[in-house]
């Protein structure tokens, strides 16, 4: 099937000139006042035979303009492709859906077998049906309407259709417009994209999952490049303007920022964590800095980062930072700091006692404030300091003897440090302990004066948001969720005190339970892991309630979790349940003590936001445990499709050859028969007759030429290449060689060409093309020459063959790269069509692309390139010229 190149050469509507009656009557009143004007001295006669002569004239430039407007406003045409003979036969073996549909209408003409299973319904029933039948919304039959009304050809449109079974796919058509049986029609080729949006669908949710588990994080979280720029981040980082100042810091080119460390020490733009992470590949946790905001005040700012590695990568080619901001904290410490300086011998704040040392005293005084926050009865009292110093845990004794010595040294103007101590419960308590030594006149410590406050609500603080801090890190870096559970067991045992025993428990169906539980022994966990459904823990984490018990011993509790617990020397158990956010229970969180004991209300918040965390950690595990099924279902789609395409290439296989040996036969019969009829009959035969006989034989001669370019651009698209090393110049020289014999009166002039890795044999078939069709289309030029010389004025470069033909509007200029397009008629110059479709096709297998510049009358040239493609080196040397013997002689090879 060819395209008709006649194409009409008037320009289009919008181009020209729109002459209104407004318009019409100002150039009229514009060339009679004039007129007027000369005729007035002349008197009324002259003035009155001018009037007559202007409203003539007016009258027939408006009808003349009115016949002019009407032929512009004609709708350009198109000359639709007509379809040869075997159009049907060639549908119906299409693999793909394809059918022809009457316009305007749109209603099914013919169709094959493909269109009818993808319809679902048999082919009798889909003819003479209506497209918009198949349409879901009226958007789409208006859409498709529309499409019709314009009969234009069309590329990759996408639509959903629904099936008889009521099933809706989506389909991606292309469509061209022909002529058939006499009357306008529109072929369409269309094929099953449904499981493609599917996919895309499925991948959009999964990435609107991962959003949100990201968007749920406190902190502001960065995801950065190799070379350090934001690459994407989370919703909080969005809403924070104080990351800009971070950001700046890692710009070179920007405005300088200053950044320092947590001691105030200058830091270099290569010790940004980022910068450090990204070079070094090892991740940073909680590491301080300050920076410059855009209003000149510092910042300071918590980071943890955590490097993205590709397998077998030494290099991280991306990294996750996780931001918070410190500076409200900061500076409040370091105004505290200052006045704590300015005020060293004074009572300061709320909850502060009062200490005091006389050297070499083996006694220390404690103020009644002291004693009070210590957990002793009200009033001051004397202590040895032996005392005093055995009730500092043991982990926390030494770091203190050393700040206190380097203090009594003369080291330091002041001690400050926070250390843990006995309080009068029996528990560790966290406590800050300041003060200044006063010296005598040899600087002999004499007198020790220092405060002591009950810093353990705000240290207990600190350390719940670095607990969630790092658990928070582990989720968003991927860590398994066993490992996950496992770390906020061991935090949690930290934070509340040394006689706790947290323990995850991982409901996996209704008798099967993991077990987290670092600090059970092995009996315990495994009488934990039996529990059936009679147990009141078991079933108050199933139902969503939780428990408390503060004493197992007093309190009413069944089950086997009662006798577990007291055998491990528990006797309070508070528990959980991990419930996601549709109410599902996956879980829960159980906190058993030593001692009874009843969760007060700072507990309860620890709890809760350490449960939260745990809900996290599970929703982030269901979320990877789905988006690995979808990843497996993918993968399980994509082998269906690939062995779909095998099934499609071996069809493709069989058509070829049912095209090769099947339609050869009846068209060297219909050949032969109209030659012998010629021979024996051509006489008994009127002119009319013999033209008959001399036009079957063209068009099964025409016929069998298509059919060998048809199979010769399947064949291009499926034979794997045999790639070697190619002499150019050689390689040209020899299709010019060939070529120019059947054209006498053309000139062919040849540059070096350099050497290409590709299949030698598709490459010549390329310039065979190319060159053949500069040659025909320059034929009827009476100084026929052709060009053929590498452009290296651009990058890649390109291969060119130019001529000084007919040439066409380069308007159309892609079109001709496609099956069947031609853009002069065959009576014109022979051909089938398909030429420059097979020169686009192996150039594209060839790792290169193809282009032509052309205009009408003036020729064109064609360009390509190759992706293993090396130019001659220097000028290219000067070009050889063929003319067919006559002047000019073949080269050698390489020259």
Known sequence: MTLSRGLPHSPPASQRLDISRPALAAGLTAIALPGFALCYPQGWPAMLAWGAWCICCGALLSLAGRRWLGAASQPETMHAASPGPGFSDVLQELPLPACVLSLPEGRIKVLNKALAVLADEPPEQLVSRALMDFCLTPQDKFNLTRLLLEA???????????????????????????????????????????????AQRSLSASEERFRVLLGSLSEAVVLYDARASVVTSNRQGQACDWLDAAHAGLMRNGREVRLWDEQGHALARDMHPVVRSLADGRAL????????????????????THP????????????????????????AERALRASEQRYALALRGMNEGLAEWMAPSDRMYMSPRLSQ????????????????????????????????????????????HEIRMRHADGDY??????????????????????????????????LIDAAERELLSLIASGTPLEEVMLRLT??????????????????????????????????????????????????????????????????????NSRNALLREGLQAVW?????????????????????PRRPSRTDEMLLERLVDIARLALERDLSERQLHELNESLERRVAERTALLEQANGELEAFSYSVSHDLRTPLRAINGFAHLLTEHAGAALDEEGRDMLSRIQRGATRMGLLIDDILHFSRVSRIDLAYGDIDLDALVASVVADLIEQYPAAQVDVA??????????????????????????SSRNSQSRVEVFADRTQQPAALCVRDNGVGFDPAYAERLFGVFQRMHGAEEFPGTGVGLAIVKRIVERHGGRVSVDAAPGRGATFRFTLEHYCPPEGKGGAPFRLMNGRDGSMPRTGT
């Open 575 to 595: 528990a959980f349940p991990l419930a996601l956010q549709d109410g599902t229970v996956h879980g829960g969180l159980v906190v058993a003590h030593e001692r």
């Open 285 to 304: 946790r909680d590491l301080v800095i300050g920076a410059e905001d855009a209003a000149g005040q510092v910042r300071w700012l918590n980071v943890n």
């Open 373 to 416: 926050i210590m957990g002793y009865d009200a009033g001051g009292r004397r202590v040895k300091v032996r005392e005093f110093v055995s009730g500092i845990h043991p982990d926390d004794r030494r770091a203190w003897s050393a700040a206190l010595a380097d203090h009594l040294k003369g080291r330091s103007d002041h001690f400050e």
């Open 490 to 559: 061991l935090l949690l045992s930290e934070l509340l005190d040394d006689r706790t025993r947290a323990v995850v428990m991982l409901f996996a169906g209704e008798a099967s339970c993991r077990l987290i539980a670092p600090h059970l022994s092995g009996g315990g966990r495994a009488q934990l892991q039996e529990l059936d459904g009679n147990d009141a823990l078991r079933s108050a984490l199933l139902a969503g309630r939780g428990l408390i018990c503060g004493d197992l011993n007093e309190e009413s509790f069944a089950g």
């Open 752 to 777: 070096r060409l350099g050497t290409a890795r590709g299949d030698a044999a598709m490459l010549r078939q390329v310039f065979a093309n190319l060159v053949g069709n500069a040659l025909k289309f």
């Open 308 to 331: 993205l590695f590709h397998a077998g990568a030494a290099r991280p080619y991306a990294l996750v930072a996780s931001y918070s901001d410190l500076t409200a904290r900061i500076r």
């Open 152 to 198: 234009r050809n069309l590329d990759d449109v996408e639509m959903p259709l629904r099936r008889h079974d009521g099933a809706v796919h989506w389909i991606s058509a292309s469509a061209r417009a022909i002529t058939l049986d006499g009357q306008a029609a529109l072929l369409v080729i269309a094929h099953d994209v449904t499981a493609q949006k599917q």
């Open 429 to 462: 308590r966290w406590f800050l302990l300041r003060g200044v030594a006063q010296r005598d006149a040899k600087g002999r410590s004499r007198r020790v004066v220092g405060t002591v406050a009950d810093v353990s609500v705000r240290k207990r603080l600190e």
